[in-house]
Nanobody, 132 residues
Framework: EVQLVESGGGSVQAGGSLRLSCAAS????????MGWYRQAPGNDCELVAT???????????HYVDSVKGRFTISQDNAKNTVYLEMNSLKPEDSAVYYC??????????????????????WGKGTLVTISS
C-alpha cells in the first residue's frame, strides 16, 4: 500500500524557517517524481515545488515563482523521504502543505483530489502558519 506521511509543520513568525518531511512507503522515490503542493483557505491547491527522479531529469527541481530562492526541495532515497526546506517565510506562505507522487498539474481545486489528473497518491497534509 502506498502511503505518504508529512510532518514538520507548525507556527513560526515571518522570516523564520521550517523543514517539512514526507516519508514514502509502498514504493521507492527513485521511480516517481515528487511534488509539494499547498492550499490556503479559499484558494486553489497550488504546486510549490517538484523534484524529478526519472530518466535524464533525475534531480531536476522546479519552483513556483513566489517561493524561488526561499524554498528548497530535496530527497533522501536511503530514507525514502522528500523534504521541503522553507526559509524567509511570509504570512502568505500559510497553508496546508501536501506531498504528492507524480505531480502532473500546477493547480487543482483541492489538494488530495487529483484523480481526474491521474494523481492518486497524496499525503494528508501538514499545517504551516506564519504570523506577521
Amino acid at each position: 500500500e502506498v502511503q505518504l506521511v508529512e510532518s514538520g509543520g507548525g507556527s513560526v513568525q515571518a522570516g523564520g524557517s521550517l523543514r517539512l518531511s514526507c516519508a514514502a512507503s509502498g514504493f521507492t522515490l527513485d521511480v516517481s517524481d515528487m511534488g509539494w503542493y499547498r492550499q490556503a483557505p479559499g484558494n486553489d491547491c497550488e504546486l510549490v515545488a517538484t523534484i524529478s527522479s526519472t530518466g535524464s531529469s533525475t534531480g531536476t527541481t522546479h519552483y513556483v515563482d513566489s517561493v524561488k530562492g526561499r524554498f528548497t526541495i530535496s530527497q533522501d532515497n536511503a530514507k525514502n523521504t522528500v523534504y521541503l526546506e522553507m526559509n524567509s517565510l511570509k504570512p502568505e506562505d500559510s497553508a496546508v502543505y501536501y506531498c504528492a507522487a507524480d505531480p502532473r498539474v500546477e493547480r487543482l481545486r483541492r489538494c488530495g483530489r487529483g484523480e481526474e489528473y491521474g494523481m492518486n497518491f497524496w499525503g494528508k497534509g501538514t499545517l504551516v502558519t506564519i504570523s506577521s
